[in-house]
């Protein structure tokens, strides 16, 4: 069955510090592959987006990295900040369809 | 306005009544999804429109769930005998449908079912 993996265990760091989040996938071969940002009570908010023929994408200190071989994305926050704190969720996409398959999450704490 | 809305923000309902959630899309977006979010989970896709018609409904969990977009702009999620196990947050998305494939994302309903 298609199941997408995030490290459900918070991952805390250091203010300055680069965060690394991980979202490996099985029975899947998505088209996309885009991250969002949850804080609580609230929805999630769109940051990157990356394509299948694309290994990886930046923009301001956010970085995203797609390896299809390896059925993995990885997501990097660089000089990271106290307001980086959220959960982040990797989400796939399918050739033709838009509906997005999330994965579960994974929260970030930035201490100062 | 701005972004998308959602209303309720929350709704608390006893097990067998029936409920409707509204979701006000970003003007213009042609497209318009319905997730459901269980605690500590990433949202679920339910349904799909594009302008009023209903593409894609996979994700509707049983006949119980019912949305309809009429005139392709606001949408209802509608649920029938609501059970404990509907208790979640339902979030909306709408996205420009065009070559973009960012989803715009509401708030959110919390739906409680006592």
């Known amino acids: 069955s298609q199941k997408i993996e995030q490290n459900s265990e918070a991952l805390n760091i250091q203010e300055g510090k680069t965060a690394t989040l991980t979202c490996n996938y099985t029975n899947y071969s998505p088209a996309y592959l885009q991250w969002y940002r949850q804080d609580p009570g609230r929805g999630p908010v769109f940051l990157l987006l990356i394509r299948e023929n694309e290994k990886e994408k930046r923009k301001e200190r956010l970085k995203v990295t797609f390896d299809t071989t390896l059925k993995q994305s990885l997501f990097h926050i660089t000089a990271s900040q106290p307001a980086d704190s959220a959960t982040y969720l990797c989400?796939?996409?399918?050739?033709?369809?838009?509906?997005?398959?999330f994965g579960s999450g994974t929260r970030l704490q930035v201490q100062p | 306005g701005a972004g998308v809305s959602q209303s309720p923000r929350y709704k608390v309902a006893k097990r067998g009544q029936d409920v409707a959630l509204r979701c006000d899309p970003i003007s213009g977006h042609v497209s318009l999804f319905w997730y459901q979010q269980a605690l500590g989970q990433g949202p679920e896709f339910l349904t799909y429109f594009q302008n009023e018609a209903q593409l894609d409904k996979s994700g509707l969990p049983s006949d119980r769930f019912f949305a309809e977009r009429p005139e392709g702009s606001v949408s209802t999620l509608k649920i029938q005998r609501t059970q404990q196990e509907d208790s979640a947050v339902y979030l909306c998305?709408?996205?420009?449908?065009?070559?973009?494939?960012?989803?715009?994302f509401g708030p959110g309903t919390r739906l409680t079912v006592t």
């Open positions: 998305a709408s996205s420009s449908g065009q070559a973009s494939y960012e989803q715009y």
């Open positions: 989400a796939l996409q399918d050739t033709g369809r838009r509906a997005l398959t």
